[in-house]
């Protein structure tokens, strides 16, 4: 595995800044709008012990999984009126703290992926299951908690019913919150938005406000139109996002806690004041390790892109990050 700066990985810094914005202000008080509830303990599948090339391998009990999904949905986290919400998971990404080797890994999954998941019924309870884009777990459920259980329990059967210990979903509007709040953020366009946003030319921009959740939404009538061109976009958005709060935490001292007062409402999490404490805590010395995403193809369905993943790819992956073999 590589090893660099904790610093020099923009996907994790973003992640980081969430963490501090809810740790530090829950410090002061809860905010209505924000979903806080202690972790419930559903939503993953036991692992079990597999055997690969005659050498059985266990899941590993030296790691802490936080599942991170971005919701494709406008304005402040809501109640859906039945157990089917529109909020599309646009973004899932799994960071493994490795206590073990002290290092940080992330996972980014394709939110086309084709896979099953849990569909929810009558009174949210499972009533059967249905095979499509992971991004569409999330839209089973009223779009709080029992959607992020669903997006996690779909995650965990993909992946060998993997233990996720928590999770953290935070609607797309708070994406453009918090590029003002560190006074915009600076990229370098390399498709061609013009018949999105004229103001996005090509070349090095700074973007403001709506601004930066179409640069990281948008993937129709923008370049090619895939979500892999737009998970490169996301994460040139990180980096320059990154640049932007290092500057912005020097010349505004209450920046973290002013900005999750204005983000706490488009997130949804089971992750408690004492939870983040400790991960916080944990994580400080860490390395970056590995920043990895499934193999596989890009498929033009019927009606929508698909994701179909290289199964071999997808077996090492996992037995690489989070199963280990039996001594």
Aim: hydrophobic share 40%; glycine share 8%.
């Amino acid at each position: 595995m590589s090893h660099k700066k904790l610093k020099g990985n923009p996907i994790l810094l973003i992640v980081i800044l969430l963490l501090v914005l809810v740790f530090l202000y829950s410090g002061l008080r809860f905010l209505e709008s924000t979903v806080f509830r202690p972790q419930d303990g559903t939503g993953s599948e036991d692992s079990k012990t597999i055997l690969r090339d005659g050498v059985e391998y266990f899941p590993r009990q030296d790691i802490t999984v936080l599942m991170m999904a971005g919701i494709d949905e406008d304005g402040p986290v809501k109640e859906s009126n039945s157990y089917n919400n529109p909020g599309e998971a646009d973004m899932v990404s799994l960071i493994i703290f490795d206590h073990t080797d002290e290092e940080i890994d992330i996972i980014s999954l394709n939110r086309d992926t084709m896979l099953t998941m849990p569909v929810l019924g009558l009174n949210g309870r499972e009533a059967g299951t249905y095979y499509g884009q992971l991004a569409l777990a999330h839209t089973y459920g009223k779009g709080l908690e029992d959607s992020c259980i669903n997006l996690r329990k779909t995650v965990s059967t993909f992946l060998y019913g993997l233990k996720i210990d928590y999770y953290v979903s935070m609607n797309m509007d708070a994406i453009g919150i918090l590029n003002d709040a560190v006074g915009g953020v600076t990229v370098n366009v390399t498709d061609d938005f013009s018949t999105i946003d004229p103001d996005i030319t090509m070349g090095t921009v700074t973007l403001r406000g709506k601004q930066a959740m179409t640069f990281v939404r948008t993937r129709q009538g923008v370049g090619d139109g895939m979500n892999i061109t737009r998970m490169e976009r996301q994460k040139e958005y990180m980096r320059g996002f990154l640049t932007a709060l290092d500057a912005a935490r020097e010349a505004q001292p209450d920046l973290v806690i002013d900005a999750y007062q204005q983000v706490a409402p488009y997130m949804v999490t089971d992750c408690t004041a004492t939870t983040i404490s400790t991960i916080l805590e944990r994580y400080g010395d860490y390395s970056l390790g590995d920043v990895v995403s499934p193999q596989g193809e890009n498929v033009r369905g019927k009606e929508f892109m698909e994701f179909h993943v290289d199964e071999e790819a997808l077996d090492k992956l996992i037995l690489e990050y989070l199963y280990a073999p039996k001594k």
